[in-house]
């Protein structure tokens, strides 16, 4: 049984801190590295708080993702922070469908069940991914290969 080529996971890293989004980007290349795409690839586009990833989901700058893409969203984030992205998500009709996924420091009982009442796909504990870097592409891909998206 041959399995249909999908095409490129377009990831939206919204994430203030340089680090935090070299470590998810070395994360999915070596994910890449290892076979673990199964034969696709992976464009990763950054906003550094919820206003630019807004602009960035509806166009505002430069051209806008391809839709469906999943999120993976910061909580602390300047401007504009995770939970009011995940307001101003929802509110819109054109996004209010998004997969996102919450990568964070944030342990605040408020921030996961805020959150999860967005309908997050999932609230991912920075700590716990420290530990295991790889298993958050190995998430992210097998998501994507396994889900059919809006």
């Known amino acids: 049984m041959h399995a249909s080529r999908r095409p490129a996971l377009h990831l939206l890293l919204v994430e203030d801190d340089e680090v935090d989004r070299e ?5 999915v290349e070596e994910a890449a590295q290892s076979g673990l795409q199964d034969g696709f690839g992976c464009r990763i586009h950054h906003a550094r708080d919820g206003d630019e990833a ?7 700058m430069q051209a806008s993702l391809p839709h469906p893409c999943l999120i993976l969203l910061d909580m602390k984030l300047p401007r ?3 939970l009011a992205f995940l307001a101003s998500l929802r509110a819109d009709p054109a996004l209010a469908d998004s997969v996102v996924f919450v990568l964070t420091t944030s342990e605040k009982p ?3 069940a805020g959150a999860y009442r967005s309908h997050v796909a999932g609230y991912i504990s920075k700590r716990r991914v420290s530990e295991a870097p790889g ?3 190995g998430l992210l891909l097998a998501y994507w ?3 059919d998206l809006p």
């Open 23 to 27: 470590a998810v980007e070395r994360a």
């Open 54 to 60: 807004l602009a960035l989901l509806r166009g505002g």
């Open 80 to 82: 504009m922070g995770g």
């Open 110 to 112: 408020e921030d996961r």
């Open 135 to 137: 298993a958050l592409a």
């Open 145 to 147: 290969r396994l889900v």
